[in-house]
């Protein structure tokens, strides 16, 4: 075994202890092994943990916490590392739980509850489901690889997320090993219980701040009789989100509503080969529910792109859906095929100040010079801007740096929030201070410092992450 030069006599200790307790072959301390670990999917935040421990069950995750606790080793829990915050990455080094081993998923076809451990894939889950004409809807666009866990512990939305909300709307119940080792249940599998105040929300969104998810009960719903497609391409993003703000205040509740700029349509044709409109804007909006509802529901859509000034097709060809679903999960990847260094935003509004919020971010790309393409869930008036530029220009880095924060100050002033689902992280902790102070929440983080010393008072989860 080859310690990094960090390593203390302590933690060399410790990692003997871990690989004892719970199998040497579990642990990875080579420096080329933990080299993998050290970057999230931004690329843009760096750090080489001393060690990676493959778990695979609760009680191997409940003695590294032990160990670490007991010997003040930080500890971050990690599932595919999609984060696009640098929440994952091991900023003052420590021990990596790489979650991935741990992935059993069972379904209670009756009880309408699906079981997840927490290193199974999101859409692994949605197939299990699948089988028995069942449906996991969260479904970011990273579902293929996102787990259970770094979904929750980031509150991750998605596609779906138009219609079926966020992680949290689906959770029932919970396992999490604390620091220490103690294994805290909290819920039951059941469509309701009460335990007092819900303390499963503590570790929605928590970014591996409070403790390690282990696994998680989820609700689930029968798959929609069926899905019609409505896209509409229209001449610019506000009349784009003009038409996504008219369908939402007509009552309308579509599964999907997703928003493309030109420059992402462009992006995603060039590395994809997906043939796409290269000017304007794109609004996708999939409806579902019973064959009856479908066909009005649609047209209503349709009436409401049209009002906006979109010119409008219907599909239900599973194929066209599939190639068009491609193109917007793909808008990310393609960017960071294009350019050099990326930085995704994910900014909230109100669904009436979302045309605004569109139009501004048109000004700021115009003002900063800097590309700027833009998408994102238009259903939930959460958007991501994705700054484009040459990490090796000062001028453009310096130029990118205070894009971002305009962008974050506008969902501030009208209202919304800095980030909708990607989470705080190392990008946001600056933009979140001042959206609390906005609204005069400053008392809000000092709250959750408390909880942060009841739970982990050694500060070893996730420490430099979420740094308040
Ligand atoms: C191409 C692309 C598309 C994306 N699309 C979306 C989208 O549509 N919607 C969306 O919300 N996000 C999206 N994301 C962001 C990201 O995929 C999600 O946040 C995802 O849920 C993270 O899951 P993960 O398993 O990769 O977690 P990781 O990146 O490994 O971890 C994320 C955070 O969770 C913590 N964590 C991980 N596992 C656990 C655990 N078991 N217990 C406690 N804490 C834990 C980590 O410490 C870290 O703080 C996208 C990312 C990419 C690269």
């Given at each position: 075994?080859?310690?990094?030069?960090?390593?203390?006599?302590?933690?060399s200790?410790?990692?003997?202890?871990?690989?004892?307790?719970?199998?040497?072959?579990?642990?990875?301390?080579?420096?080329e092994?933990?080299?993998?670990?050290?970057?999230?999917?931004?690329?843009?935040?760096e750090?080489?943990?001393?060690?990676?421990?493959r778990?695979?069950?609760?009680?191997?995750?409940?003695?590294?916490?032990?160990v670490?606790?007991?010997?003040?080793?930080p500890v971050?829990?990690?599932?595919?590392?999609?984060?696009?915050?640098g929440?994952?990455?091991?900023?003052?080094?420590?021990?990596?739980?790489?979650?991935?081993?741990?992935?059993?998923?069972?379904?209670?076809?009756?009880?309408?509850?699906?079981m997840?451990?927490?290193?199974?894939?999101?859409?692994?889950?949605?197939?299990?489901?699948?089988?028995?004409?069942?449906?996991?809807?969260?479904?970011?666009?990273?579902?293929k690889?996102a787990?259970?866990?770094?979904a929750?512990?980031?509150?991750?939305?998605?596609?779906?997320?138009?219609?079926?909300?966020?992680?949290?709307?689906?959770?029932?119940?919970?396992?999490?090993v604390?620091?220490?080792?103690r294994?805290?249940?909290?819920?039951?599998p059941?469509?309701?219980?009460?335990?007092?105040?819900?303390?499963?929300?503590?570790?929605?969104?928590?970014e591996?701040w409070?403790g390690?998810?282990?696994?998680?009960?989820?609700?689930?719903i029968?798959?929609?009789?069926?899905?019609?497609?409505?896209?509409?391409?229209?001449?610019d993003?506000?009349?784009?989100?003009?038409?996504a703000?008219?369908?939402?205040?007509?009552?309308?509740l579509p599964?999907?509503?997703?928003i493309?700029?030109?420059?992402?349509?462009?992006?995603?044709?060039?590395?994809?080969?997906?043939?796409?409109?290269?000017?304007?804007?794109m609004?996708?909006?999939?409806?579902?529910?019973?064959?009856?509802?479908?066909?009005?529901?649609?047209?209503a859509?349709?009436?409401?792109?049209?009002?906006?000034?979109?010119?409008?097709?219907?599909?239900?060809?599973?194929?066209e859906?599939?190639?068009?679903?491609?193109?917007?999960?793909?808008?990310?990847?393609?960017?960071?095929?294009?350019?050099?260094?990326?930085?995704?935003?994910?900014?909230?509004?109100?669904?009436?100040?979302?045309?605004?919020?569109l139009?501004?971010?048109?000004?700021?790309?115009?003002?900063?010079?800097?590309?700027?393409?833009?998408?994102?869930?238009?259903?939930?008036?959460?958007?991501?801007?994705?700054?484009?530029?040459?990490?090796?220009?000062?001028?453009?880095?310096?130029?990118?740096?205070?894009?971002?924060?305009?962008?974050?100050?506008?969902?501030?002033?009208?209202?919304?929030?800095?980030?909708g689902?990607?989470?705080?992280?190392?990008q946001?902790?600056?933009?979140?201070?001042?959206?609390?102070?906005?609204r005069?929440?400053?008392?809000?983080?000092?709250?959750?410092?408390?909880?942060?010393?009841v739970?982990?008072p050694?500060?070893?989860m996730?420490?430099?992450?979420?740094?308040?």
């Amino acid at each position: 075994m080859v310690l990094s030069e960090d390593a203390s006599e302590a933690f060399s200790k410790a990692i003997r202890e871990i690989s004892r307790r719970i199998g040497g072959e579990k642990v990875l301390t080579d420096p080329e092994d933990l080299i993998p670990y050290s970057i999230d999917a931004s690329k843009r935040f760096e750090g080489v943990p001393w060690a990676v421990v493959r778990v695979n069950s609760t009680e191997d995750v409940s003695a590294v916490l032990q160990v670490a606790d007991r010997e003040r080793i930080p500890v971050i829990p990690r599932g595919s590392a999609s984060c696009l915050t640098g929440a994952v990455v091991a900023k003052r080094g420590g021990i990596v739980i790489d979650l991935l081993p741990m992935h059993r998923v069972e379904v209670y076809p009756e009880d309408l509850v699906v079981m997840a451990e927490a290193g199974a894939t999101v859409q692994r889950v949605d197939e299990e489901c699948r089988r028995h004409g069942l449906m996991f809807p969260p479904d970011p666009a990273s579902s293929k690889v996102a787990t259970v866990g770094g979904a929750l512990a980031e509150n991750a939305g998605g596609i779906r997320g138009a219609k079926y909300g966020v992680m949290k709307n689906w959770l029932l119940a919970l396992e999490v090993v604390l620091p220490g080792g103690r294994v805290l249940r909290v819920g039951e599998p059941t469509l309701k219980w009460r335990w007092g105040p819900d303390l499963t929300g503590l570790f929605v969104g928590s970014e591996g701040w409070l403790g390690v998810i282990t696994r998680a009960w989820f609700k689930v719903i029968p798959v929609p009789e069926r899905v019609v497609r409505v896209v509409g391409v229209f001449p610019d993003m506000e009349s784009a989100g003009r038409a996504a703000a008219d369908i939402r205040a007509s009552g309308i509740l579509p599964l999907g509503l997703e928003i493309m700029n030109a420059e992402t349509l462009r992006a995603v044709s060039r590395a994809t080969g997906i043939d796409l409109p290269r000017e304007g804007a794109m609004l996708i909006a999939d409806v579902d529910g019973p064959r009856e509802a479908i066909s009005r529901l649609a047209k209503a859509v349709a009436e409401c792109m049209r009002r906006a000034g979109g010119e409008v097709t219907l599909s239900d060809d599973p194929e066209e859906m599939e190639r068009l679903y491609l193109a917007r999960k793909m808008a990310y990847a393609s960017l960071t095929r294009l350019y050099r260094a990326v930085e995704i935003e994910d900014i909230t509004v109100p669904l009436s100040r979302f045309p605004e919020a569109l139009r501004r971010i048109d000004e700021l790309a115009k003002r900063y010079g800097l590309p700027l393409p833009t998408f994102g869930h238009a259903g939930d008036g959460n958007v991501h801007p994705t700054i484009c530029y040459d990490p090796d220009d000062e001028d453009q880095v310096e130029r990118a740096r205070r894009l971002a924060e305009e962008i974050c100050d506008v969902a501030i002033e009208l209202g919304g929030a800095v980030s909708g689902e990607h989470g705080i992280g190392i990008q946001k902790t600056g933009a979140l201070r001042r959206e609390l102070r906005a609204r005069g929440a400053e008392y809000y983080l000092d709250l959750l410092r408390e909880i942060k010393r009841v739970l982990d008072p050694n500060n070893i989860m996730n420490p430099g992450n979420f740094d308040l």
